[in-house]
């Protein structure tokens, strides 16, 4: 059984820096493409970074792109979301997902398998 949990929101000022992490299980991951995607109340889910397999390439929203680093550890089944100059426009549900091969990483209905969540609040 796939599972993926999310760890590290929470609450931070504007400015501050937070680090997700997401632990993948139930099977090797070290050939699929691991995202994270966000959703703030009354809002669509919406695609924040991706990064393929190798972790040789990595996608941003422009929202987040030069504050946000996405990485992961194949040895572990583990991706992180490094964000740092954080605002209060990105509060949200952070989740994180997975799916096989690298094309559509912007699309949620593309990815096989999804974490629960985790909190992460900006206060201004």
């Known amino acids: 059984q796939v599972q993926l949990v999310e760890s590290g929101g929470g609450l931070v000022q504007a400015g501050g820096s937070l680090r997700l992490s997401c632990a993948a299980s139930?099977?090797?991951?070290?050939?699929?493409?691991m995202g994270w995607f966000r959703q703030a109340p009354g809002k669509e889910r919406e695609f924040v970074a991706a990064?393929?397999?190798?972790?040789?390439?990595?996608y941003y929203a422009d929202s987040v792109k030069g504050r946000f680093t996405i990485s992961r550890d194949n040895a572990k089944n583990t991706v992180y979301l490094q964000m740092n100059s954080l605002r209060p426009e990105d509060t949200a549900v952070y989740y994180c997902a997975v799916k096989s091969g690298t094309t559509d990483y912007r699309l949620g209905y593309r990815y096989q398998y999804w974490g629960q969540g985790t909190q992460v609040t900006v206060s201004s």
């Open positions: 990064i393929n397999w190798s972790g040789g390439s990595t």
């Open positions: 139930g099977r090797t991951f070290s050939r699929d493409t």
